[in-house]
Nanobody, 124 residues
């Protein structure tokens, strides 16, 4: 009965910014460590960012960290991912994930629930 729904994707121009949202229903958001992943066509899903239950600690893919901000609003049961300085390489399906694991950075198989994904397309 836990459901994750992403929103905020779409077609955006390079050099712009985008904020994705993921709303969790069925359980309080504070139950979970939360993560964001992306998947480019024909490629494996890859880690983007994660955040602890209280939101006091974040973790980012190293090469992208200066462009990323993950945050959460537990009262609203929503986690966010902001991507700045978008470029065409950011084009992908973005997924949020929720996990019971008590880790800052679980591996993908340690997440328990996944959203359906939201498409982000960055044009030049």
């Amino acid at each position: 009965q836990v459901l994750l729904v992403e929103s905020g994707g779409g077609l955006v121009q390079a050099h712009g910014s985008l904020r994705l949202s993921c709303t969790v229903s069925g359980r309080s958001l504070s139950t979970f460590v939360m993560g964001w992943f992306r998947q480019r066509p024909g490629k494996e899903r890859e880690f983007v960012a994660s955040i602890t239950r209280s939101g006091d600690t974040t973790y980012y893919e190293e090469s992208e960290k200066d462009r990323l901000t993950i945050s959460r609003d537990n009262a609203a049961n929503t986690v966010y991912l902001q991507i700045d300085s978008l470029n065409p390489a950011d084009t992908a399906v973005y997924y949020c994930a929720a996990g019971y694991a008590f880790k800052l950075h679980p591996s993908p198989d340690e997440y328990d629930y996944w959203g359906q994904g939201t498409q982000v397309t960055v044009s030049s």
